[in-house]
């Protein structure tokens, strides 16, 4: 495993390289790290798996370089998906659609669907375009965390979480802290209307704005698998409650006017919701590499982004 900062033209051209000779690159995205492989190589993918600890029916996140890719993997676009696509791509929004031949069961869980992301991050596009011109169809790519745990949002995550499982060939592309800070917006879109699976960045408000449909939250499709819907999930080591009565030695995550309880151990103190989704996971991470036992966390209140947050504070609590 080789980590790199430098992004240049050269490194890049590696980088494509290292996919198509089927090992394995992980690179930052503006949600999170992905673990990236060729995604029609049948054993770069079942690598992917065995390096995060995951099991095979769970599907992966194809990303292209853009729009003009999605015909290649998907089939019966409905119109509301490409308006979702021209206005949130490249962005953290997935898209949920029925698939093509070129998406196997290996890297679909098995499934009848695809999903499909634009990432942002000038590297990850840039990774993405370097690749499609050497002939690669779509970078397969799950967050590059081991299964359950917290999505890493820096490269030092990264390696905290598969510096022991990446093989000396894998590639580990290092593109700062990621801006969103949480995993992308997942959107089912096999019905006539969007569903929402995991919520994000991309909100309900923007997507009900963008299709002119109202979105029911309540509506999950239930023949549909995404491991991001497992009750629970993005869990550091260490026992997450929500609330803001913590003791002595604690950790402790509220928005920057809310006081830190006495003897308690402050993990950050965002400013605003931007903040607070950004830095999230690196204040559970912290926590870890402190060895604490209990993290208190004051949810963000309102509506999009904070809502997107308190679902991924939910799971982290869930059954712990
Ligand atoms: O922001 C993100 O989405 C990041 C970055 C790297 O792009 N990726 C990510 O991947 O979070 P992952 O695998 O950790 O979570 C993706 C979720 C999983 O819960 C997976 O089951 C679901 O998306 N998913 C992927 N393809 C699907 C499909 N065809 N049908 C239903 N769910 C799918
Ligand atoms: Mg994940």
């Known amino acids: 495993m080789r980590v790199t900062s430098e992004c240049t033209e050269d490194l890049i ?4 390289q290292a996919l198509s000779d089927g090992n394995l690159v992980v690179f930052p995205t503006e949600t999170v790290y992905g673990l990236g492989a060729d995604a029609v190589n049948e054993n770069a993918v079942a690598r992917i798996y065995s390096v995060k600890g995951r099991p095979i029916d769970h599907p992966l996140i194809i990303h292209i370089s853009s729009i003009n890719g999605l015909t290649d993997w998907a089939n019966e676009i409905p ?4 308006k979702l696509a021209r206005s949130f791509w ?11 031949s070129l998406a196997k ?22 990774l993405l375009k370097q690749f499609e ?6 970078v397969a790519a799950p967050s590059a965390n081991r299964f359950g745990a917290v999505s890493p949002t820096t490269v030092e995550a990264v390696n905290d979480e598969l510096g022991s499982y990446l093989a000396t060939e894998d590639l580990v592309l290092d593109g700062g802290q990621s801006k969103v800070g949480i995993e992308s917006t997942i959107i089912d879109c096999r019905g006539s209307n969007p569903v929402i699976l995991r919520p994000g960045a991309v909100t309900v ?10 979105i029911d939250l309540n509506q999950r499709s239930n023949t549909i698998r995404a491991s991001g819907l497992l009750e629970r999930h993005y869990s550091p080591r260490a026992q997450v409650l929500l609330g803001e009565k913590a003791e002595a030695g604690d950790g402790f995550i509220a928005m920057v006017n809310v006081k830190t309880p006495d003897g308690a151990i402050r993990l950050t103190s965002p400013t605003n919701i931007e903040e607070y989704a950004r830095d999230l996971y690196i204040g559970l991470r912290m926590a870890d590499q402190q060895g604490l036992s209990r993290i208190i966390v004051k949810s963000p209140e309102g509506e999009g982004l904070a809502s997107a947050i308190r679902d991924r504070l939910n799971k982290a609590a869930f059954g712990k």
Request: with cysteine.
């Open 205 to 214: 408000q923007m997507v009900e704005e963008c299709t002119g449909t109202i």
């Open 90 to 100: 490249p962005g953290p929004m997935t898209l949920i659609l029925p698939k093509k």
């Open 13 to 16: 051209k590696r980088a494509a």
């Open 79 to 82: 119109g509301y998906a490409i």
């Open 105 to 126: 069961s290996f890297v679909t869980g098995g499934q009848g669907t695809v999903g499909l992301r634009v990432p942002s991050h000038p590297l990850a596009l840039e």
């Open 133 to 138: 011109r050497s002939g690669g169809k779509g």
